[in-house]
């Protein structure tokens, strides 16, 4: 099956820093990228919508000028949180959507802000 | 747009008794409609999903789920638990293009 791989896997920073993770379809092209946020124990929560080459469609609650969202290409997405602080911490996941519905999620990445 | 209510946010089995996890769909019927695994500290693992192709749906690890239109529902099940079954539970459905809008979660868990 498809394939999207999420990098890092965890990451840990100091407040105020900034982390880039990307996300990356490796056998198709992925027309559409959704980032999710999770904390403990509760549900993934949608933060945007972006499809290649078209600004980012964020959810309502969710800051653009600190999640920055990139879509440059079919095949790579970036969510950059910018100035992190630690209410910030949490599980990030992507999904990828490809032609015919299909869709795949990476593997998430924890993201620690100290 | 869609939405999902997952009944009972944690249940608990015995090893080799059935599994039922509830999900029913807000009143328009969606495309596509997904359950998803999640074990600790990991991604997300689909289990099924329902196209319409047909209503009784089997999946991974010897769950299924049945479309109900006239109860809206979208109910998983599996005849008999498995301590590994042990896990979250997301009931997800998803518009033509658009994301896929998670339901809170059932926590399941397995005694021996």
């Known amino acids: 099956g498809a394939v999207v791989s999420q990098h890092p896997s965890w990451v840990i920073c100091k407040s105020g820093t900034s982390v880039k993770i990307e996300c990356r379809s490796l056998d198709f092209q992925a027309t559409t990228m959704f980032w999710y946020r999770q904390f403990p124990k509760q549900s993934l929560m949608l933060m945007a919508t972006?499809?290649?080459?078209?600004?980012?469609?964020?959810e309502q609650g969710v800051e653009k000028d600190k999640f920055l969202i990139n879509h440059a290409s079919l095949t790579l997405s970036t969510l950059t949180v910018t100035s992190a602080h630690p209410e910030d911490s949490s599980f990030y996941i992507c999904?990828?959507?490809?032609?015919?519905?299909?869709?795949?999620f990476g593997s998430g990445t924890q993201l620690s802000v100290l | 747009a869609q939405s999902v209510t997952q009944l009972g946010s944690h249940v608990s089995v015995s090893e080799g008794a059935l599994v039922l996890l509830r999900c029913n769909y807000s009143?328009?019927?969606?495309?596509?409609l997904f359950w998803y695994v999640q074990y600790p500290n990991q991604g997300l693992q689909l289990l099924l999903k329902?196209?319409?192709?047909?209503?009784l749906v089997k999946g991974i690890n010897g769950f299924e789920a049945e479309f109900k239109k006239s109860e809206t529902s979208f109910h998983l099940t599996k005849p008999s638990a498995h301590m590994s079954d042990a896990a979250e539970y997301f009931c997800?459905?998803?518009?033509?293009?658009?994301?896929?809008?998670f339901g809170k979660g059932t926590t399941l868990s397995v005694s021996s």
């Open positions: 009143s328009s019927v969606p495309p596509y």
């Open positions: 999904s990828a959507g490809g032609i015919g519905e299909k869709l795949f």
């Open positions: 972006s499809n290649e080459g078209s600004k980012a469609t964020y």
């Open positions: 997800a459905p998803r518009g033509a293009g658009t994301a896929l809008i």
């Open positions: 329902y196209t319409s192709a047909a209503t």
